[in-house]
Nanobody
Framework: QVQLEESGGGLVQAGGSLRLSCAAS????????MGWFRQAAGKEREFVAS????????YYADSVKGRFTISRDNTKNMKYLQMNSLKPEDTAVYYC????????????????????WGQGTQVTVSS
């Protein structure tokens, strides 16, 4: 099992940047696929980005491609989301998620395919 805790959210003006962090407990962090999801008020949770257990492969939602970068440091049990050129529509609660890389047949972008979740961190982008 793994426990996740996000940090780094806050209020930023449009065009600004934020870096979200996700700290993971457990000694098998490197065996987990990690994802970032977000949920705006009144909307369903949506995929933002994901990264393979080794960090070699990354995937992004079209809405954030070119602006956001997902990364991980398996030596520190940490995952990051660098968010640049933020827009008001990026305002949401951002969640860190994880699933074992040994579970075959699961998607990179479906929140139902992730088993572990953090509590979320609020990101607000003002216009």
């Amino acid at each position: 099992q793994v426990q996740l805790e996000e940090s780094g959210g806050g209020l930023v003006q449009a065009g600004g940047s934020l870096r979200l962090s996700c700290a993971a407990s457990g000694r098998t962090f490197s065996s987990y696929v990690m994802g970032w999801f977000r949920q705006a008020a009144g909307k369903e949770r949506e995929f933002v980005a994901s990264i393979s257990s080794s960090g070699a492969s990354t995937y992004y939602a079209d809405s954030v491609k070119g602006r956001f970068t997902i990364s991980r440091d398996n030596t520190k049990n940490m995952k990051y989301l660098q968010m640049n050129s933020l827009k008001p529509e990026d305002t949401a609660v951002y969640y860190c998620a994880a699933r074992s890389r040994y579970l075959v047949g699961r998607s990179w972008h479906d929140p139902d395919d992730y088993d572990y979740w953090g509590q979320g961190t609020q990101v607000t982008v003002s216009s």
